[in-house]
């Protein structure tokens, strides 16, 4: 059994066809990632002739952990998997804390590695879009505060987006494609975090389940 998301594509002429991302039951956090990953970019129509490529194979690792996945691209069909295939295609090595950055040259089919990775970075919308999506996927999260402020320095002065109402606040500030990396799931929080380009406010036990809340998002689980 696996998890199938059928993700209507939205690009020209060709979003009367479908995309269907599949994962399997159980999937790693790595293969939960490219899953999330792909259907982002099926949503907004980015890099559809990749997606729909029939018959290839693209190993995906990471440069810096032992995790590994592939990716079975078969005209519209798409299945991530833990571990790797005997004689994949294509495969990369990634830095998975930079969105899929590759972090040394592809081997085997090099166009191939090329168009699979534009595929695994899809537009990040925009900081206001994301925190709505973020907050309304959170919410369902134990021990959330009540209350997201999303705070940015705009070409006006100082932006902000309230979420929630309640007693209980958490606020995040930084720029706004930093705050749009985070809250869409690109980025990790806790790797921004440790960049120094994230500012928070609340609790240690708040921090703790907002990082929940973002490996929800990033994760899709």
């Known amino acids: 059994m696996t998890e199938t998301t059928t993700v209507p594509a939205v690009s020209g002429e060709e979003s009367a066809l479908a995309v269907d991302v599949r994962i399997e039951d159980d999937a790693s956090p790595l293969v ?20 729909r490529k029939a018959a290839a194979t693209v190993a995906i690792r990471s440069h810096d ?10 005209g519209g069909v798409i299945e991530v998997s833990s571990g790797l295939p005997a004689e994949p295609d294509a495969a990369v090595t ?7 950055a590759p972090a040394e ?6 166009e191939l590695a090329a168009d699979v990775l534009l595929a695994l970075t899809p ?18 999260v134990p021990g959330i505060p009540d209350v997201l402020i999303a705070v940015t320095e705009g070409p006006d002065g100082v932006e902000q987006v309230v979420l ?18 985070v809250f869409s799931g690109a980025d ?3 790797a ?16 703790s389940v907002m990082v929940g809340a973002s490996w929800k998002v990033r994760y899709d689980v």
Do not use: K
């Open 123 to 140: 537009p990040v919308p925009e900081w206001q879009a994301a925190a709505e999506h973020f907050w309304t996927s959170a919410r369902s």
């Open 65 to 74: 952990t032992p995790q590994a996945a592939t990716i079975a691209l078969g």
């Open 94 to 100: 990634v830095d998975l804390n930079a969105r899929f």
């Open 188 to 190: 990790d929080l806790l």
């Open 192 to 207: 921004v975090l440790s960049t120094g380009e994230l500012g928070v406010l609340g609790t240690l036990s708040q921090l």
């Open 32 to 51: 939960r990632l490219i899953g999330r990953t792909l259907r982002d970019s099926a949503r907004a129509g980015h890099a559809l002739p990749t997606l």
């Open 105 to 110: 040259a592809p081997s085997g089919d090099a």
């Open 164 to 181: 929630g109402e309640g007693t209980t606040q958490y606020l995040i500030a930084g720029e706004p494609q930093t705050l749009a990396g």
